[in-house]
């Protein structure tokens, strides 16, 4: 094999707030071969996650953090060049933690093939992908929507709640997002068919909230907490469930996470508020994954993916996330 060289990013320093390039090393070094056991993988697209802000912290989470040095964690697909692994063989195409890289060499820990003939690459990063699980699993089974209830969905028109809200909407639902500005809030009630939207940039939510919800809220998802999840714990329903999926509005904090002060509104409505880690459902992602291709396929579930080039702009890209610049799954193409 001709000389590779790889470029990556390793986590400097722990960051304080948002991510700066500071953060990060960017260099370039030889391609290693694959040793006994391992793989050579060529990165083709990087799932860029809210999550990886989360991974940057020093201290407990249901996940290891990234070691200062390491390269900065990853989900992404990518197609196996050499491998010296009896599972994996060169020209298949797989999903796994390939880091912020051209390549990835090491021991294929999690990894699965994936088929490029049944979907686009990036679909795999997205409603194919733990996005998909994300939404499956924490609308079904901690939300257990039933039909005619009211589902109240925050960064509705971002990769996990734009799924979410459609499984809802197949499970019979009323389903309203809340999301940031007009182009996001026209595309979930004129493409995805949400029954209603809060524009939480250009109006109140609570106000937002007894327009689009006149029967109250059933099943919150919750993707942003901080003041939104407040808001709609005041409006909650008798044995409500709030899923907590996760709080983006508040990883970037400098201070204390912000709590919810609405929280008695659980002992007042009998309801329940609880959290979720999609790796917890890992055994039941295959099945999962049959369920939304079949959706995907007769065109019940739509999926959008926001592709951006170039390894070299990962800080800024995954800072998208938190501005809200991203449109659909964003995903890095190396
Ligand atoms: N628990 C799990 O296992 C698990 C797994 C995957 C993801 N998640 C969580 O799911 C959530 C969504 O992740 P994703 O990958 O689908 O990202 P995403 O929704 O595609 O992108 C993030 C979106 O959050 C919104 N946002 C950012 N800052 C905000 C703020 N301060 N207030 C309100 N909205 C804000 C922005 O949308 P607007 O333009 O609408 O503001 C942005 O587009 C995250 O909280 C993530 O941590 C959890």
Known sequence: MTALNNRRFLLAKRPVGAVTRDDFTFEQVPVEEPADGQVLVKNLYLSLDPAMRGWMNEGK???PPVALGEVMRALGVGEVIASKHPDFAVGDYVNGALGVQDYFVGAPKGFYTIDPRLAPLPRYLSALGMTGMTAYFALLD??????GETVVISGAAGAVGSIAGQIAKIKGCRVVGIAGGQDK???L?????????????????LEGLKRECP????????NVGGDILDAVLSRLNFKARVVICGAISQYNNKQAVKGPANYLSLLVNRARMEGFVVMDHAPQFAAAGQEIAGWLATGRLKSREDVVEGLETFPETLLKLFSGEN????VLKP
Not at 142 to 147: N, Q, R
Not at 216 to 221: S, T
Request: charged residues 30%; aromatic residues 18%; negative net charge.
């Open 61 to 63: 989470s249901y996940i």
């Open 142 to 147: 901690v939300g257990a929507p039933k039909a």
């Open 185 to 187: 809030c026209r595309y």
């Open 189 to 205: 009630v004129d493409e995805l068919g949400f029954d209603g939207v809060i524009d939480y940039k250009a109006e109140n939510v």
């Open 215 to 222: 029967k109250g809220v059933d099943i919150y998802f919750d």
């Open 327 to 330: 449109f659909g799954k964003l």
